[in-house]
T-cell receptor
Framework: SQQGEEDPQALSIQEGENATMNCSYKTSINNLQWYRQNSGRGLVHLILIRSNEREKHSGRLRVTLDTSKKSSSLLITASRAADTASYFCATDPSATQGGSEKLVFGKGTKLTVNP | EAQVTQNPRYLITVTGKKLTVTCSQNMNHEYMSWYRQDPGLGLRQIYYSMNVEVTDKGDVPEGYKVSRKEKRNFPLILESPSPNQTSLYFC???????????FGDGTRLSIL
């Protein structure tokens, strides 16, 4: 079953507005990562947040992590048309359980920023 | 420029005709992996490699083979492709198994 689930599946906003995407996961993790995918292209790593961190910023991106709720959010402030893309979270569900180490990706949130 | 290069980018072929998708990275990464991306199913790992001559199955390895003879290259082989392998394929590399992944631009395969 999917470890990370993004919510909403799709989001449409106007340029200048903020966009918030959420990721929920099931098991303990060491870190959580967010990626962006422009249509038909490869995923691009945006930010990594460790389990002992609560918030991290990178430019217009703000990521929060709540390990008690097993959830993370990605906030894009002052969105631009160029932010139109799909956004994925990735977790490492087995890292603390002695299993094989690998990232598990969610199905993504498709963000459309209208000019 | 740091990059992961996949070839070909697009391929239409027929059932049963062996094909290889190449993947090369120039970042001296030890970890490489292959994913397929399908609508509604997200990104699923096919195979991964933690170093030269060390490969292991991911979540959906059936019908695929890989090899890792050199650190920089990690080809994906479809010995007898079938229509259910029609998909968008991505190669990725990273310094560590759980670190930030660098993805190639993808290979869109259509098996008729």
């Amino acid at each position: 079953s999917q470890q990370g689930e993004e919510d909403p599946q799709a989001l449409s906003i106007q340029e200048g507005e903020n966009a918030t995407m959420n990721c929920s996961y099931k098991t303990s993790i060491n870190n959580l990562q967010w990626y962006r995918q422009n249509s038909g292209r490869g995923l691009v790593h945006l930010i990594l947040i460790r389990s002992n961190e609560r918030e991290k910023h990178s430019g217009r991106l703000r990521v929060t992590l709540d390990t008690s709720k097993k959830s993370s959010s990605l906030l894009i402030t002052a969105s631009r048309a160029a932010d139109t893309a799909s956004y994925f979270c990735a977790t490492d569900p087995s890292a603390t359980q002695g299993g094989s180490e690998k990232l598990v990706f969610g199905k993504g949130t498709k963000l459309t920023v209208n000019p | 420029e740091a990059q992961v290069t996949q070839n070909p980018r697009y391929l239409i072929t027929v059932t049963g005709k062996k094909l290889t998708v190449t993947c090369s990275q120039n970042m001296n990464h030890e970890y490489m992996s292959w994913y397929r991306q399908d609508p509604g199913l997200g990104l699923r790992q096919i195979y991964y490699s933690m170093n030269v001559e060390v490969t292991d199955k991911g979540d959906v390895p059936e019908g695929y083979k890989v090899s890792r003879k050199e650190k920089r290259n990690f080809p994906l082989i479809l010995e007898s492709p079938s229509p259910n392998q029609t998909s968008l394929y991505f190669c990725a590399s990273s310094l560590s198994t759980l670190g930030p992944q660098h993805f190639g631009d993808g290979t869109r395969l259509s098996i008729l």
